[in-house]
């Protein structure tokens, strides 16, 4: 029988091995999630913590060295959770059982499956409303949070009990790529100094949450007659956008494109440019996901995802969302309430 409101996972001497399920986690996902990947190691120091994707996972790519403290092994492609076949005969994962499964997700034969395919002694689950959780939430706190990260921080909670620590530590960015931003970024400054410099980052991995171009070029424009050189922030997939920026600013700076001899791009680079920018405008993405590790003035630009729900826990963040204006295409989105937005965050900054 599931306990409700009371109990905990984390009892007992012995190390404690615990998996967590995802099922596709990509750049923007992984960084999103962070909170809750170093409080659940902050909650569990001494725990070999397992993450499971269904799919591909950020955690075994670009975002490795971010997570190697806080996650011990992360399994990739297991198909688990995939179809509702599974619930007869789920695939094997290496590592079962666990003391303790959170599953991350909520559809109910999903969670079925996850619980089947993990084999835990304690399952952590808001599939129906808790009812698959071995530990559930007394009943004043039942209410999922609106925000998801503060949804999957209160599964550490239950998994924790007594001992559960909320770690919003900002990410460390090394010494090395701040020096290397400050060197493509000459002039910039990451103290009390206004930085000569506006961010943007037009691209999406996913074509659907582009804000038109034109309109990037327009917002840049503004900013450049306010004396704001702008910075654009391209991705290894966003190719097709450089053209067409460099012919309308000849004279704006594209870091990522600039890397001397023997330097690669990362995604700690991004937050280290991002923090010697004056503000940044970006759509929904993982470079938007990276420039809010900067904690500068950051506006981002949703559709069809919430950002009460899924917008960065980040310090002087403003959201713009397509279906204040009807629907959910970015298209949606004016310009002028974009420039709107972040000549309020420059202003907070005093740049």
Known sequence: ???????????????????????????????????????????????????????RCTYS????????PFI???????????????????????GTPFDIAIDTQTL??????????????????????????????????RTKPRHFVEHLLRLVELAAGEDF?????????????????????????????????IGIAPGSGDPAKRWPLERFIALARHFEDRG????????????????????????????????????KPGPLLVAALGRRLAGSIANDSGLGHLLAISSKPLVLLYGRHTPAKYAPLAPGL??????EFGGMDHTLIPLDRVEREMEAALAQTGP
């Open 228 to 263: 704001l050189r702008p910075v654009f922030m391209v991705g290894p997939g966003e190719a097709d956008l450089l053209e067409p920026l460099r012919m309308a600013f000849p004279e704006a700076l594209f870091p990522e494109q600039s890397l001397p001899p023997g330097k």
């Open 72 to 94: 011990d092994r992360v399994h990739t492609m297991t198909g688990l959770a995939k179809n509702k076949r599974q619930l007869i005969l789920p695939p094997r994962i290496p």
């Open 1 to 55: 029988m599931a306990n409700r409101g009371r109990g905990t996972a984390s009892s007992g001497a012995a190390r404690k091995r615990i998996a967590v399920f995802s099922g596709h986690d990509q750049l923007g996902d992984g960084l999103f999630k962070l909170p809750f990947v170093r409080s659940l190691r902050a909650s569990f120091p001494d725990a070999e913590i397992h993450w499971v994707s269904a799919y």
């Open 61 to 68: 790519g670009v975002l490795a060295p971010l997570v190697a």
């Open 318 to 323: 403003r959201t713009v969302w397509a279906q």
């Open 165 to 197: 620590r909320r770690d919003d530590t900002p990410v460390e960015i090394p010494a090395e790529l701040d020096d290397l931003a400050g060197a493509l970024l000459p002039d910039s400054a990451t103290g009390r100094a206004p930085s000569p410099y």
């Open 108 to 141: 109910f034969w999903k969670s079925l499956v996850v619980r089947r395919g993990l084999k835990p002694k304690c399952f952590i689950s808001a599939a129906m409303d808790y009812r698959l959780s071995s530990i559930q939430p007394p009943d004043d706190r």
